[in-house]
């Protein structure tokens, strides 16, 4: 089997972005006499205040407040603006802040899914951005000198809603704006949120190093295991980085480093580059920075990592997290100006850079419990809490954008533990679990009441998600029922299902095939690199693809499993809409894909119960996952979506919308 097949949906980043930070930093190779006059710009009075909460969900937002649990919002919600906020189709959360940045539909900016595929050559990768080799290089011994540097490109198309405001000198803050992964260039203070890789290039790859061998830490998507064996307890570990583009070789980097373990107490001592740190079981150490070494004495690469005890005795269980960016030295496009990142974090400290900083691969697979994962996402949000008040208590004018990721992924694991229904509800969960996502909840109602007491008469207050959320119990395997519905052919029906990236495909004979969580493709020819349907017959199997999903139902519910599909040229519209899949999705509540289905593997039932523990999800109809959308202002437009918002906040401070821009101003009739 060829390497490039070798690729399953949470690690197939690694295959087309693993070498990004060691691609930066092999690039790293190669005053006027008199001021102008100064003239106010009476546009800066205005202040506008965003808040991204990415998952609120408009149920649960209104059943904590009739709980007294929100009370800023409750009060707020007495004499302001709340509606629900349309979301995009499908309701994926690139997808939405890629229409909320651009204030346009998915055929202008060109983020259709979390994965898209280049037909030509059939790989898939992040939709939101990619990595580029550096072209030419010097060969010197085993070593190979970059004479052009590679880079990063930011995927998404079309236009910001700051760049207007950046061209009047008006201050723009975005904070781990998603969906903004290389940072754009410009006057505006960036630090880059969701598709900001590790430093393997993955969304996030923990790492577990242990001398137990047992099956729960075999196959790990997501996450790898480290077999160590102890000598008098002292355990010698390897840490492997990215790969080193600077070698012929293409060999991953990697550092040495001790673990030792007292022979009578849970407690260890850990010495990685001239750091020594003493942890008991339980514990978590801070952020330690590491440096991978590309050239001798020329390139490094630098990022942190945080350890946490599992267990010590009998066995050693060691969690790593994965290798984050080192934001006091980023080699990699993570802030604007590039110096951002560092001036922040010698104030604040070290912090997550990953896009999605919550390990929810770990609590999956089992590697933390319920209560550890908790731990774990309290810690990003407690970071995330302290960079939200340095930042407010420093605003003066402008816009402040400011987005919080802690309910979208506890909402994801953790809305289960609610809900004495769920298939997957424990009731001997502790009281802190059992309180996890209102707890975060109760976080943003904090976060409400410090931005009310920092605006004046000038400030208007946005307060947004992106969507909700529904419980994801039934999975259902996308790829298998086009094959068994005669869409996808195969070549040998008997082992399909062992398939790892599309094995035993017979693309001559497929019209259709899945590659993303709501994505159709249609086999076109002279499209995809195994086209085999004519672009004459391209609408008559869209339709007939279309008309059978429709009346899908699950055998074991009775229940419908998709509410409609859509013909993405009838949808979308606008120059990238050559990069939109053919079919989009939109799941009933209860349902999505399957993680199987996702990329090119074939699961033998077409129907199975969701046992993973990310048991709660939101890409289905956009119907079933509104997000909601608070206002200090008067809104004249009726069922806003979030594609209203980047000409609203264009309003705000007296600029006319773009000319791409599709939605319009809510402040608007």
């Known amino acids: 089997m060829s390497e490039n097949k070798k690729i399953n949906r949470r690690e197939f980043i690694t295959r087309s972005a693993k070498a990004a930070a060691g691609i930066a930093a092999a690039s790293q190779l190669g005053n006027k006499l008199f001021a102008a006059p100064v003239i106010r710009n009476t546009k800066r009075d205005t202040k506008v205040f965003i808040l991204g909460i990415d998952g609120m969900d408009p149920q649960l937002l209104h059943l904590f407040i009739k709980k007294g649990l929100m009370p800023n919002f409750k009060k707020f919600l007495s004499s302001n603006y709340y509606s629900n906020l349309r979301t995009t189709l499908p309701p994926q959360s690139p997808v939405a802040w890629a229409s909320f940045i651009s204030g346009a539909n998915p055929g202008i900016h060109g983020i259709y899914d979390f994965v898209h595929r280049d037909p030509a050559q059939f790989i898939p990768f992040l939709s939101t951005s990619r990595t580029y080799s550096p072209e030419n290089s010097i060969d010197i011994g085993s070593w190979s000198i970059p004479l052009k540097s590679g880079k990063v490109e930011l995927l998404r198309k079309g236009p910001t809603f700051w760049s207007a405001l950046e061209k009047h000198d008006i201050p723009v803050l975005l904070y781990k704006l998603p969906a903004n992964y290389p940072v754009t260039e410009g006057k505006a203070k960036q ?20 001398d137990n061998r047992t099956k729960d830490l075999e196959n790990l998507s997501g996450g790898r295991v480290i077999h160590v064996q102890p000598q008098d307890h002292q355990y010698t570990c390897r840490l492997e980085g990215p790969n ?60 942190m990592v945080r350890f946490y005890v599992q267990n010590v005795h009998p066995y050693l269980r060691l969690y790593m997290s994965p290798i984050n960016v080192d934001p006091k030295h980023p080699d990699s496009p993570l802030s604007n100006p590039h110096e951002y990142s560092q001036t ?17 691969k770990a609590l999956s697979h089992n590697i933390f419990s319920d209560d550890e994962f ?27 954008f400011f987005y919080f990721s802690s309910i979208d992924q506890n909402s994801h694991m953790l809305l289960r533990t609610m809900n004495p229904s769920h298939p997957l509800y424990d009731p001997n969960a502790s009281p802190q679990v059992k309180n996890a996502v209102p707890d975060m909840y109760k976080a943003m109602d904090n976060v409400l009441g410090k931005t009310l007491a920092k605006m004046d008469n000038r400030s208007t207050l946005f307060i947004l998600s992106d969507h909700g959320f529904s419980p994801f119990t039934r999975e259902f395997n996308l790829s298998t029922w086009l094959v068994e519905n ?62 059978k999903l429709r009346k899908v139902k699950d055998p074991q519910t009775g229940k419908r499993v998709i509410v409609d599909a859509y013909d993405t040229n009838e949808i979308y519209s606008g120059p990238q809409l050559n990069l939109a899949p053919d079919i989009v999705i939109g799941y009933d509540k209860g349902y999505r894909i399957s993680d199987y289905s996702v990329l090119g593997k074939f699961p033998k ?65």
């Open 244 to 303: 080193n583009p600077l070698n012929n070789k293409i060999t991953a980097s990697s550092i040495m480093f001790n673990v030792n373990r007292d022979p009578w107490k849970d407690t260890v001592k850990i010495n990685i580059q001239g750091n020594d740190i003493i942890l008991n079981k339980g514990e978590w150490t801070q952020w330690i920075p590491v440096k991978f070494k590309l050239l001798p004495l020329i390139a490094y690469v630098h990022g």
């Open 374 to 400: 908790l731990v774990q996402s309290k810690s990003v949000l407690d970071e995330r809490l302290e960079a939200f008040d340095y930042l407010l208590n420093r605003f003066n004018e402008g816009l402040f």
């Open 486 to 547: 005669g869409f996808t052919a195969v070549t040998d029906k008997n082992r399909y299902h062992k398939s790892i990236f599309f094995d035993y495909v017979d693309w001559q004979r497929t019209k259709a095939y899945v590659i993303g969580i709501n994505s159709i493709y249609i086999n076109l020819h002279g499209r995809e690199m195994h086209g085999s349907v004519l672009p004459s017959e391209r609408d008559k199997i869209v339709a007939e693809i279309i008309h």
């Open 605 to 669: 039932e077409i129907f199975s119960n969701r046992n993973d523990k990310w048991s709660s999800d939101h890409c289905m109809h956009p119907d079933i996952v509104p997000g909601v959308f608070l206002c200090n202002r008067e809104i004249r437009k009726n069922a806003p979506g979030l594609w209203d918002l980047a000409p609203s906040i264009l309003d705000r401070f007296g600029f006319p919308a773009h000319p791409l821009m599709d939605g319009k101003s809510i402040f608007n009739k």
């Open 191 to 210: 630090i880059s949120g969701l598709g900001t890789p590790d430093l393997l290039g993955t969304y996030g790859t923990f790492t577990m190093f242990t």
């Open 344 to 360: 922040l974090s010698q104030s604040l400290g070290r912090f997550y850079t990953q896009g999605f900083p919550e390990d929810t």
